[in-house]
Structure formats: C-alpha cells, structure tokens
C-alpha cells in the first residue's frame, strides 16, 4: 500500500510546473535578481489579495516579524506579548529585536491568545502584542483589539500559517498595525526556498520597512537609518506571483479535507480543531488533540500515514529560553495542548482515498484500544 505523506510539494509543482517554469525563466532572461520588478510586482500583488495598502517583501517570515518590531521603534527593555505554543521563530523574532517576550496562556477548546490572560499581562513595558493564528485558524482578534486599543499597544500579526484567513469579512494581516508572512515552501502559498512580507495600511511604517530591508539605504550608498539584510529575491517572488491566484482554490480544498476529516471522526475519542463562527481557518494544520496521542502516532506510522506534532515542547519549557523564569504548569492550556497535538496530512493535492484511509486507521485505533 503507497505511504500517505504529511505533505508532498512535488505534486503541487507537477500540476503547475508550467506557470512555474515560466515564472523563473521569465528572471533569468530579464537578469535582474534582487529588489526588481517581480518583487515590486508581487507586493502590489498581494497586497491587493489582502486588501490592505502596503506589501513589503523580505527575506523569511520570521526576519518579517523583527522588522515589523523595529519599524514600530521595538527595542531593548520593552516586552512584547505572545503565546507559549508557536513555532520558535516568533519568539526569535521578538529576541532579535532586544525585546522580551511575555507570554500568555491560550484559550481553553481553540490554540489561539486568550484575549483575558494577555489583559492580565499588560505592563507599562509592553510595546506590543504579538497574536499568533496558529495552524490557519483566526486568533481571537475582536478580543485583543479591545484590549490592545485600551492600552493604545501596536498589534503585530503572526500569518506565518493563515494566508488567506478570514475574521468576519476581513483577511487577517490587516487588523493590526503590521501583519507578518511566510512563504516557507510549506505554506499556503509558498515559496521555493525561504521568504517573507511585511503588510500595511500606514505608508510611513511601509517606507520604513522598505529602508530596514536593505541596510536603511534610501538610494545606493547613502543609508539613513540602521537596516538588515532581509530582501525578497525575485525568483521567489516570481513564484509567488505565479501561485497567488491558485491560492483561495487550495485553501478551499484544504477545508474540503477538513470537513471529511470532521464528518469521518466526529464519534471518536478526539478533540476536533475548532472554529470560530465568524472565522474562516485555512488550515495550513489539521491538528487534532488526542490523549493517547503517541500510541495513535506510532501506530500511523506503521500503516504508512505521516504525522508530526507542532508543537511538543513549549517556548517556556525550551532550555533557550529558560531566561523567562517559567517553569511547568506556568501555561496549562498551551502545555496541554502541546502533550495531546497530532497534526494529520493535509495539503491541497490530497487525495479523497487517502483521507479516507487516514481516517479508517485512525478507527480501527480506536477500536482496537477502547476498552
């Protein structure tokens, strides 16, 4: 029997190897390769996708994170606010900035800030909020706009998994001040290598990512701030362009997957991935929660079905950021969910028959182990 995978980016490119092919020929015939006319395009682009004013390429999305930080004047002896079970790089990106990163417990049945922890947290040092759409799926936005409006604290939004989301009618990135993406070959829209975007509605914030991207020069060799290298090539920005319009259609089979998923495991021992009313998750994930979480993933395995676990070790359990002072118990809906996380194949190419089979072993699991 063939082995499922978590996920296989070599159908997606056999599908569109043409437009792709495209894509990246059309820069290697023009010549031009950083901060040209794919790139400048591509920001338009998806700019216009999202509905906000401003896209600004750069080099990964967790560099997009750091420069969304710096451009809102993030330094040392500030904190900034997120949650205990994203991936590492958000908190990375905090780091890079001299900030400290506070963090706060998730809410209870979703994997997303808990908009009454992160109020509880707020200090005069806190500069701003870092929400993390986790896996796709919205992060409670009406609630952390409330508070972070109480405070006036900046939002900065993680989209690093959400590329597409939805909050009401509204595609998130474009709540906060600044929202931040990546195009990990991975994502729902995903590059051939590393790449990130930093998104706007404020023109001054975007001309000052602009500058930070390439060493706060505003014309060659005559720099006016402090920058980074952080640029969007434009291969990958060729790409992009190239999968931008395919994006909504794979989000859409994404929640086609979802929803057999759902409809095949609804009576068994699982905690589904939930879903706000006025949300739209584009799972990028398809994480269930499961007690006997190991077991369930070895026995997977055996049958060919690849799974992973996002996250196993919280960011106050990781011996890099033991500086925190938080130990076990200080997250207990984030340590929770990070024991009991099982993240299922999903990607856009996937088959029917082999959700099915995904899914029928994951029955015979349970009956086997039901007692």
Partial sequence: MNHIPFGDLRRQFDNYRAEIQAAIGRVLERGWFILGEEVEQFEKEFAEYLGC????????????????????????????????????????????????????????????????????????RTKAIVPVHLYGHPANLDGIREVASK????????????????????KVGTFGELGCFSFYPSKNLGAFGDGGAVVTNDKALAERLRLLRNYGQ??????????????????????????????????????????????????????????FSCAKHVYHIYALRCRSRDLLQAFLHERGIGTLIHYPIPIHLQKAYSELGAGPGSYPRAERHAKEELSLPMFPELTDEEVKRVTEAILEFYHKNVR
């Fill in 53 to 124: 004013e401003y896209a600004v390429g750069c080099a990964s999305g967790t560099e997009a994170i750091t420069l969304a930080l710096v451009a809102l004047g993030i330094r040392q002896g500030d904190e900034v606010i997120t949650v205990p079970n994203t991936a590492v790089p958000t908190v990375a990106a905090i780091t890079a900035t001299g900030a400290t990163p506070v963090l706060v417990d998730i809410e209870d049945g979703f994997y997303n800030m808990d908009p009454e922890a992160l109020a509880s947290a707020v200090t005069r």
């Fill in 151 to 170: 405070h006036r604290i900046p939002i900065v939004e993680d989209c690093a998994q959400a590329h597409g989301a939805m909050w009401g009618d509204q």
């Fill in 218 to 275: 505003r014309e060659r060799y005559v720099h006016v701030m402090k920058g980074m290298n952080s640029r969007l090539d434009e291969i990958q920005a060729a790409i992009l362009r190239a999968k931008l319009p395919h994006l909504d259609m794979w989000n859409e089979r994404r929640r086609a997957i979802a929803h057999s998923y759902a409809q095949y495991l609804q009576n068994v021992d699982v905690r589904l991935p939930g879903e």
